[in-house]
Structure formats: C-alpha cells, structure tokens
C-alpha cells in the first residue's frame, strides 16, 4: 500500500470480489418515471428505519431522485436479471423506459415498484452526503411489502449471479 491515489481500475476490481444484492431505485418527478439498478444499497438504522443508496452525480437518475422527496426500491429476484441490466443501462430512453417492465405505482411514493421483486420499501428522503463522484441518499422507510423467500439477484465480479443450488 502507498500513500498516494488509489488505482481506481484497481479498486473496482477489488471491490467486485464482494457480492451484493441487486436493486431498481425508481422515483417519479413531474409525471415522469425514472429509475437506475443499483448494487450500493444498505440498511442504515432500525429506529427509525432508514436505508441508504448511492448515486452517481454524473447520472440522469441523479438530477431526479435529489428533486424528488420520495422513491422506491425494489429488491430483485434471481429470475429479474433482465429488469436489472436494462434499468443499468445508462443512454436508455427515458420515455416509456418501464414499458416493457410489469410495475405497479407505489401508493406512498408514487414511484412505479417492479412487479415480482422479493420485496418493495418506499422512502422519503431523510438526508444527503457527498461521495466522491457520487451522493449517499438515506431514506426514511415510509412503507415496506412482505418479504418473499425466493431467492435473489446478486452482483459478483461484474456479472449478475444466482445462489447455488441448496444455498
């Protein structure tokens, strides 16, 4: 290790040896859907319920979310691989981008929520912190859907993976 900058081609093949859930953060501004797949996302508190996420300020999924005070998230399963890579798709176009993806509106943020995720939280913005290149949201847990024990999508050496057979 030295004192000077990290590698950052390094450090992303570092950090892809730690596996992550998989998410679509979505939220809705002025009558428009936006979303984006992300792997950084996290519990925070349980008391209050807070979760946090981290968006790249050089995304369009940014300028949304930060206007917005509420947005949902979706914890995907392994069988929303398709969902996943299309919602990470960045130039993708923005009108009608849900349209090939069954969703329901959320009654609490009014983001649209992917149909058949494990489970479903929607949030309000409680506070934001600069990241680098990216901003840490943390949202405050306004409602959450039941989980479900199907298994999930996970994000491993810069591949969406599956858990192993009887895992």
Do not use: K
Not at 100 to 121: C, E, I, K, Y
């Amino acid at each position: 290790m030295s004192d000077g900058e990290i590698d950052p081609a390094q450090f992303r093949h570092v950090l892809a040896r730690y596996a992550t859930g998989v998410v679509v953060v979505s939220t809705c501004v002025d009558g428009v859907d936006h979303a984006m797949t992300a792997n950084s996302f996290t519990s925070v508190s349980l008391a209050p319920a807070l979760v946090l996420v981290c968006v790249d300020r050089g995304s369009r999924f940014h300028e949304a979310v930060t206007a917005a005070t509420r947005w949902a998230v979706s914890i995907l399963s392994a069988d929303s691989e398709p969902q996943a890579a299309w919602f990470a798709q960045r130039g993708r176009p923005l009108a009608g981008q849900f349209a090939g993806v069954a969703s329901t509106r959320g009654p609490t943020s009014g983001a649209l929520l992917v149909s058949g995720a494990l489970a479903h939280l929607e949030c309000r913005t409680h506070a934001a912190f600069p990241g680098g290149d990216h901003d840490i949201l943390v949202g405050r847990v306004e409602s959450l859907s039941p989980a479900d024990d199907r298994e999930p999508l996970l994000y491993y050496r810069h591949h969406f993976r599956q858990l192993g057979a009887g895992q």
